[in-house]
T-cell receptor, first 112, second 112 residues
Framework: GENVEQHPSTLSVQEGDSAVIKCTYS??????FPWYKQELGKRPQLIIDIRSNVGEKKDQRIAVTLNKTAKHFSLHITETQPEDSAVYFCAASKDGNNRLAFGKGNQVVVIP | NAGVTQTPKFQVLKTGQSMTLQCAQDMNHEYMSWYRQDPGMGLRLIHYSVGAGITDQGEVPNGYNVSRSTTEDFPLRLLSAAPSQTSVYFC???????????FGEGSRLTVL
């Protein structure tokens, strides 16, 4: 099955700086790549997603880039704020039907 | 509009006991799924459904059963609980084949 890996496992950034989290996937047939944010004790929530026919997508301070050749995609958060502190999960899917393979998560800590 | 509702929120079982985690959504979503979340392991798909009467196995289905008799409900049954099933369980629903997963608040299960 699909194998999704995230790096780094923990990332600390100063407030106002940018954060970048990278994910790699194993199955070249994967065509949907979402990112979920999970605050402590809360449910995961979608923050951005991208389909394989698009190389980059932005939503305010958040962007995702996809490199299909290298089989990796990255989450970019600019002008980080304390409320960005959370665990971020990337995922990949080739089958649709919401059969997502998740990475193990990245802990992002924004230092005020 | 309650979204995705899971019950119970907390449960303690003894090894060998059976139980059902309930999941209901009021958004008329066709796609529903169950994930388990363990520390450092991300989210792993247990079972999923693409509509009433249709279910299939995910990545870690052993020890769990599901059924989907209505669009709204997708219960997860633990047949004979084992300590390895101690986890946080999330139910999710989606309106699209490739689209946002709406998660419930989670059910924390401890098997002694």
């Amino acid at each position: 099955g699909e194998n999704v890996e995230q790096h780094p496992s923990t990332l600390s950034v100063q407030e106002g700086d940018s954060a970048v989290i990278k994910c790699t996937y194993s199955d070249s047939a994967s065509n949907y790549f979402p990112w979920y944010k999970q605050e402590l004790g809360k449910r995961p929530q979608l923050i951005i997603d991208i389909r394989s026919n698009v190389g980059e997508k932005k939503d305010q301070r958040i962007a995702v880039t996809l490199n299909k050749t290298a089989k990796h995609f990255s989450l970019h958060i600019t002008e980080t704020q304390p409320e960005d502190s959370a665990v971020y999960f990337c995922a990949a899917s080739k089958d649709g039907n919401n059969r997502l393979a998740f990475g193990k998560g990245n802990q992002v800590v924004v230092i005020p | 509009n309650a979204g995705v509702t899971q019950t119970p929120k907390f449960q303690v079982l003894k090894t060998g006991q059976s139980m059902t985690l309930q999941c209901a959504q009021d958004m008329n979503h066709e796609y529903m799924s169950w994930y388990r979340q363990d520390p450092g392991m991300g989210l792993r798909l247990i079972h999923y459904s693409v509509g009433a009467g249709i279910t299939d196995q995910g990545e870690v289905p052993n020890g769990y059963n599901v059924s989907r008799s209505t669009t709204e409900d997708f219960p997860l049954r633990l047949l004979s609980a084992a300590p390895s099933q101690t986890s946080v369980y999330f139910c999710a629903s989606s309106a699209q084949e490739y689209g946002e997963l709406f998660f419930g608040e989670g059910s924390r299960l401890t098997v002694l």
